[in-house]
């Protein structure tokens, strides 16, 4: 029952993924994580 209920979490973790993928999210978070090394951390 574990493994099931392993799997299914896993399958939907990758949907999650993929719907965002397809939204573009992954531009915006690569555009905070570039803003926040930039201006926080002081990276360049």
């Not at 939907?12 to 930039?38: D, H, M, P, Q, W």
């Amino acid at each position: 029952m574990k493994n099931i209920a392993r799997v299914a979490v896993f399958v939907v973790a990758g949907a999650f993924a993929l719907y965002g993928i397809t939204r573009g999210e992954v531009a915006v978070v690569f555009s905070k994580a570039v803003n926040i090394c930039l201006e926080c951390i002081g990276l360049g």
